[in-house]
């Protein structure tokens, strides 16, 4: 597992019915992109996480595919629509096998 | 060839223009979390009565998106840092069995320190950073080692020292036992450096709110630092951007944590007396 890697989201903890909410996620990763080199001229080994989902209660939500020129500490910020009550769950998977989640719940008043 | 070369100079003063304008303090308000409110401009410090009327935070100067990604702490990567730094802070280190938590309780209890630093230490008979207070208490109250001064873990600590002050004015003292020091940092402020022969003043007093080649020059208020610079994707320390423009008037610089550097930062805090402290804040 990469070092100091932690998911992070913000969901609003409500929402009305069929409203689309603004959902941001950030998780701190090196995203070693495997194009540099140490102070040997060895190459350094591509590490990323290569794909972000987000699903709501079992349906996809958003289902990213990440490349090696993506930024340290990817980001993202995306809408979705709450049809109910339920929760959130987000997924990062890394090059090295390892899976980060994390989850938010929110009701629909 | 004739109708190129009239197109050319009539091009060239209306991006001059465009330039010139684009580089000019941006009217705006920084409010973070919708909670702590900014003071980003302000009347300039009694001291610099003959130099500034107002002193403005980097913030201004900078574009759109990155004065955005100040004014929430989600979109503030800096606060990674201060994440890390969090768990730092009650991990026991060193000889003697102690964290920060260990005297501090919460990093909370620390607000308001960042503000008043650097700042004479009496039983070091020394004008101190922030930086040299975490190592003195890692060295004498901690039995663990010193961190290096402008690395990551160090500014990290630095960062969430920053963050539980924000909104706080910027209130270094100038008088007292401090004074000596203070002088010699303004007198290393105004020296010329360099094969180019520029001084801090050259840059950020005499010249703010232009063009410095694709970048615009602010005054060079250090409220917001450790700063995250979206260049190199991580905290910037206030002597290694010191380091940074010495080295860019093509002059040895002196060393980060260096008597020279100490005097410098107290004298450049006291030139942001009454902004906000804003650190971690976002830079290109």
Redesign the interface.
Known sequence: MAKGVRPRVKVPKTASAGEAITIKTLISHKMESGQRKDSDGNKIPRSIINRFTCDFNGENVIDVTLEPAISTNPFFEFEATVPETGEFQFTWYDDDGSVYETSKKISVE | MIRKMITVGALGPLLFTAGAALAEAVEDTLVVNEDIEMTTRTDAPEHLSDALDEIMSGWHFRGTETRAMQADD??N?GM?FV??ARDDWSEVVGTEGNSCASCHDEPESLAGVRAVYPKWNEAAGEVRTLEMQVNDCRENRMGAEPLKYTGGTMQAMIALISSVSRGMPVNVATDGPAESTWEEGKELYYTRTGQLELSCANCHEDNYGRMIRADHLSQGQINGFPVYRLKN?KLNSVHARFKGCVRDTRAETYKPGSPEFVALELYVASRGNGLSVEGPSIRN
């Open positions: 989600f979109d990567p990674i994440e890390q994707t």
